[in-house]
């Protein structure tokens, strides 16, 4: 129960953007959790506002590729 009451750290957002299924299954989703884990980083003075604004690049430009990876997966495996 203490792991729930940790604060994030930059492994942990490393971590929760590696995540596919949780990327795929809900990106969007996905997509506000990294960018609360960056901002509590960023509140919590773990990281500066340039590592702030490179996390929150990383989660947008992942969050934008999330339809297209989806449709093609789904495309080439439409059993999964």
């Known amino acids: 129960m203490s792991?729930?009451?940790k604060p994030p750290d930059l492994d942990a957002?490393?971590?929760l953007f590696e995540d596919k299924a949780y990327?795929?299954?809900s990106?969007?989703?996905h997509y506000s959790?990294?960018?609360r884990?960056?901002?509590d980083l960023l509140?919590?003075?773990a990281i500066d506002l340039e590592q702030w604004q490179a996390l929150k690049a990383k989660?947008?430009?992942s969050h934008k590729d999330s339809p297209a990876v989806n449709v093609a997966q789904e495309v080439n495996d439409p059993e999964a």
């Open 3 to 5: 792991e729930d009451l």
């Open 13 to 15: 957002w490393q971590r």
């Open 23 to 25: 990327w795929q299954q």
């Open 27 to 29: 990106p969007d989703a």
């Open 33 to 35: 959790e990294l960018l």
């Open 37 to 39: 884990v960056a901002d």
């Open 43 to 45: 509140g919590q003075g």
């Open 59 to 61: 989660a947008e430009l």
